[in-house]
């Protein structure tokens, strides 16, 4: 089992910046991916960025440019830096990470950008 801890969530206004961050714990050996989606009221679940054991990142088109995803303590968290915020990027976020097949959820951690 891996354990997902999400932290850096809050309120926000329009054009400002937050740090999400998740811990993996538990068995982390093989994590291969780890990510972020979000979920917006009314709205799919949509996934926002990921990153492989490699290093190869992905970003979901509308956040290309403003935020960033990373990994750090031998890639057991993954941050996810969000810049230049926009009231579109309200939502529940969700951190998850991939093992031998197998995806595994954070509790999620609100974001809620507005003036």
């Known amino acids: 089992q891996v354990q997902l801890v999400e932290s850096g969530g809050g309120l926000v206004r329009p054009g400002g910046s937050l740090r999400l961050s998740c811990a993996a714990s538990?068995?982390?050996?093989?994590?291969?991916?780890m990510g972020w989606y979000r979920q917006a009221p009314g709205k799919e679940r949509e996934e926002v960025a990921i990153?492989?054991?490699?290093?190869?990142?992905h970003y979901t088109d509308s956040v290309k440019g403003r935020f960033t995803i990373s990994t750090i303590n031998d890639k057991n968290t993954v941050n996810l830096q969000m810049n230049s915020l926009k009231f579109e990027d309200t939502a529940v976020y969700y951190c998850?990470?991939?093992?031998?097949?197998?995806?595994?959820w954070g509790q999620g951690t609100q974001v809620a950008v507005s003036s």
């Open positions: 990153i492989g054991s490699g290093g190869t990142t």
């Open positions: 998850y990470a991939d093992r031998y097949g197998r995806r595994y």
């Open positions: 538990g068995r982390v050996f093989g994590i291969n991916a």
